[in-house]
């Protein structure tokens, strides 16, 4: 089974800082990778999808890059609604998560 | 507009039974694979089960398997999700997620369910 890794679990940001979400894959998943965002007692939204492509309305500040076994997910300028747990997705077999990424108001 | 709709949770004892539902609208139900997603409480997403959009094709996470079986009726535009044998580290909200294609696999999920509550306990 393919194993997914995120780092930092848990990051202190402020608003306008960048910010960015490692994603490590336990062997190669070529570009089948998707970024979601979740928010307390809500259901998880799609952001990114094969690694960098954007989902249809998704802000701009968001972006995704990597291919293979590291994968990064950056936010440009964090703005107060994007305070939320991020999760990555591998998906060459399946679907397994990483085990998600706290962003909380420094 | 996609619509995800689940149904089925609640407080269930350990060792019993449980069928989860999700009503869908707004696309071709049967041009697109569909999976159920769950999270305990505080804790990360699990994937734990996905179908092919015809039906024809499932597969089950290694917690799961054996006791979950998933299911879908594309007249009514519902999948389902038949849960025995329920133990305690099931509790949790269960998703049911839309796939990006027909196939089970590789494919993300574009829209999710709000989700429902499965407590497993005595």
């Known amino acids: 089974d393919i194993q997914m890794t995120q780092s930092p679990s848990t990051l202190s940001a402020s608003v306008g800082d960048r910010v960015t979400i490692t994603c490590r894959a336990s062997?190669?998943?070529?570009?089948?990778l998707a970024w979601y965002q979740q928010k307390p007692g809500k259901a998880p939204k799609l952001l990114i999808y094969k690694a960098s492509s954007l989902e249809s309305g998704v802000p701009s500040r968001f972006s995704g890059s990597g291919s293979g076994t590291e994968f990064t997910l950056t936010i440009s300028s964090l703005q107060p609604d994007d305070f939320a747990t991020y999760y990555c997705?591998?998906?060459?077999?399946?679907?397994?998560f990483g085990q998600g990424t706290k962003v909380e108001i420094k | 507009e996609v619509q995800l709709v689940e149904s089925g949770g609640g407080l269930v004892q350990p060792g019993g039974s449980l069928r989860l539902s999700c009503a869908a609208s707004?696309?071709?139900?049967?041009?697109?694979?569909m999976s159920w997603v769950r999270q305990a409480p505080g804790k990360g997403l699990e994937w734990v089960s996905a179908?092919?959009?015809?039906?024809?094709?499932?597969y089950y996470a290694d917690s799961v398997k054996g006791r979950f079986t998933i299911s879908r009726d594309n007249s009514k535009n519902t999948l389902y999700l038949q849960m025995n044998s329920l133990r305690a580290e099931d509790t949790a909200v269960y998703y049911c997620?839309?796939?990006?294609?027909?196939?089970?696999?590789?494919?993300?999920?574009?829209?999710w369910g709000q989700g429902t509550l499965v407590t497993v306990s005595s």
């Open positions: 707004g696309f071709t139900f049967s041009s697109y694979a």
């Open positions: 062997q190669s998943i070529s570009s089948w």
């Open positions: 997705q591998q998906y060459n077999s399946i679907g397994t």
């Open positions: 997620a839309k796939a990006s294609v027909v196939a089970a696999t590789p494919a993300y999920f574009d829209y």
């Open positions: 179908i092919s959009g015809s039906g024809g094709s499932t």
